[in-house]
């Protein structure tokens, strides 16, 4: 069966610093990795996604993800945090199988400061 | 740009009564879901269902729930009885199917937020 942990329920950052809010998660087999956001009353929204390749991966909005299959993580990193990037972002993972489903994180709220 | 629709965006019911939430899922689209993410928690998986029928189901989903696709179009979600933890955001979603199988992206619609009174 497949997990996601997230590490920290709320990450703070500066305008302009460095955003890294982390990811680790467990399957039996070669995952598909995801990075959703949902902005406040909205529905949720793909940042970007890892299925084989280049293990880092570039989204949108500036963000990027490196898949480390040795750490077991997908960690998801911003170089410069506006004020727009605000929201809940929630890892994800699912297996190549068929019409399998994907298994969401308890998400992490970044919060920006001015 | 293709997108999952769903409605109503907001619905209050009684305890005990009937809901059904709509979706329409993006046209070209084989496999659909639903989610619920109840105010402040995880976004959990409900229910897949392909090809006309329940792929997968959590066990969250219990007899209280069903889904369907009427239509052709249309992919309901209805809740026979409604109780007050029944109360949460549901979210539609549909995926492609890929060319290698597996999961592809799940597009997701805005949600419909239920409240049980």
């Known amino acids: 069966a497949q997990s996601v942990t997230q590490l920290g329920s709320h990450v703070s950052v500066s305008e302009g610093a460095l955003v890294l809010l982390r990811c680790n998660y467990s399957?039996?087999?070669?995952?598909?990795l995801f990075w959703y956001v949902q902005y406040p009353n909205q529905g949720l929204q793909l940042l970007l996604k890892?299925?084989?390749?280049?293990?880092l991966v570039k989204g949108i909005n500036g963000f990027e993800a490196e898949f480390k299959k040795s750490e077991t993580s997908f960690h998801l990193t911003k170089p410069s945090a506006h004020m727009s990037d605000a929201a809940e972002y929630f890892c994800?993972?699912?297996?190549?199988?068929?019409?399998?489903?994907?298994?969401f994180g308890k998400g992490t709220r970044l919060h920006i400061l001015p | 740009e293709p997108e999952v629709t769903q409605t109503p965006s907001h619905q209050v019911t009684q305890m005990g009564q009937e809901v059904i939430l709509r979706c329409v899922p993006i046209?070209?689209?084989?496999?659909f879901y639903w989610y619920r993410q109840i105010l402040g928690q995880k976004v959990e998986f409900l229910v897949s269902?392909?090809?006309?029928?329940?792929?997968?189901k959590s066990e969250i989903f219990d007899d209280q729930f069903s889904v369907e696709r009427p239509d052709g179009s249309n992919f309901t979600l209805k809740i026979r009885s409604t109780k007050l933890e029944d109360s949460a955001m549901y979210f539609c979603?549909?995926?492609?199917?890929?060319?290698?199988?597996?999961?592809?992206?799940?597009?997701f619609g805005e949600g419909s937020r239920l409240t049980v009174l």
């Open positions: 399957s039996s087999v070669p995952p598909y």
């Open positions: 890892y299925t084989t390749g280049a293990t």
């Open positions: 269902f392909y090809n006309n029928e329940i792929s997968e």
């Open positions: 979603a549909s995926s492609a199917e890929t060319s290698g199988g597996g999961t592809g992206e799940l597009f």
């Open positions: 994800a993972v699912s297996t190549m199988n068929r019409d399998d489903k994907i298994i």
């Open positions: 046209s070209n689209h084989l496999y």
